[in-house]
């Protein structure tokens, strides 16, 4: 990957929603909002921002979820597609 963020923010790669349920019946593909869940795959150093330290808290590998507007979608290639946030766009660390 060639993108590196810098000061607070992070690079995430948006997971994708299941197409069934559980029972087997399968969801439409219309009317469907983008998971606001996401993969870790680049995290910037931090640093003053804004004129406050800022420490970074999530890691690459970490899946977080991230505010609904937040962030700039990403497209590199045909097939990778990436979302860079603030830090304090993400709201959660899934553990």
Same mark, same amino acid.
């Given at each position: 990957?060639?993108?590196?963020?810098?000061?607070?923010?992070?690079?995430?790669?948006?997971?994708?929603?299941? *197409?069934?349920?559980?029972?087997?019946? #399968?969801?439409?593909?219309?009317?469907?909002? =983008?998971?606001?869940?996401? $993969? &870790?795959?680049?995290?910037?150093?931090?640093?003053?921002?804004?004129?406050? *330290?800022?420490?970074?808290?999530?890691? #690459?590998?970490?899946?977080?979820?991230?505010? =609904?507007?937040?962030?700039? $979608? &990403?497209?590199?290639?045909?097939?990778?597609?990436?979302?860079?946030?603030?830090?304090?766009?993400?709201?959660?660390? #899934?553990?």
């Amino acid at each position: 990957m060639n993108l590196v963020p810098l000061g607070d923010r992070v690079v995430l790669k948006q997971l994708k929603e299941e *197409e069934t349920t559980q029972s087997g019946i #399968v969801l439409p593909g219309q009317n469907k909002e =983008k998971p606001q869940q996401g $993969e &870790v795959v680049a995290v910037g150093p931090g640093g003053m921002v804004d004129g406050k *330290e800022v420490a970074m808290a999530v890691k #690459v590998g970490d899946q977080v979820i991230f505010s =609904k507007y937040s962030g700039n $979608e &990403v497209k590199l290639g045909e097939n990778e597609e990436y979302i860079i946030v603030r830090q304090n766009d993400i709201l959660a660390i #899934v553990k």
